[in-house]
């Protein structure tokens, strides 16, 4: 299993970025998704999920970001998306993605959110 997520940057608050997290080594189709963060100082937090297509390809959502953020997938290109609008100072972290029923990890992809 391998995932590699990009798209990160530095944005001003009320801004927006997408990111995202190109995944191999398994059916990705049939793998639910999650995106995660870890901000400094902090322990790693749930963001989101994106279940199979096969499953309806519903999508839950933290509080904290519901409203604000959306998750896509392309099971052709095997990439789940991260789509983060109105950013705030809060959301500044790494963001990483995960294949449920899978341990690994990517690398993550830095977001900070400042003026």
């Known amino acids: 299993v391998q995932l590699v997520e990009s798209g990160g940057g530095l ?3 009320g801004g927006s970025l997408r990111l995202s997290c190109a995944a191999s080594g398994f059916t990705f189709s049939r793998s639910a998704m999650s995106w995660y963060r870890q901000a400094p100082g902090k322990e ?3 963001v ?3 279940n199979s297509s ?3 390809g519903s999508t839950n959502l933290a509080d904290s970001v519901k409203g604000r953020f959306t998750i896509s ?3 052709v290109k095997n990439t789940v998306y991260l789509q983060m609008n109105s950013l705030k100072p809060e959301d500044t972290a790494v963001y990483y993605c995960k ?3 899978y341990g690994a990890w990517g690398p993550g992809t830095q977001v900070t959110v400042s003026s």
């Open 11 to 13: 944005v001003q608050p």
């Open 44 to 46: 790693r937090e749930w």
């Open 48 to 50: 989101g999920r994106i």
């Open 54 to 56: 096969s499953s309806g």
């Open 73 to 75: 997938r392309d099971n």
């Open 99 to 101: 294949a449920l029923g």
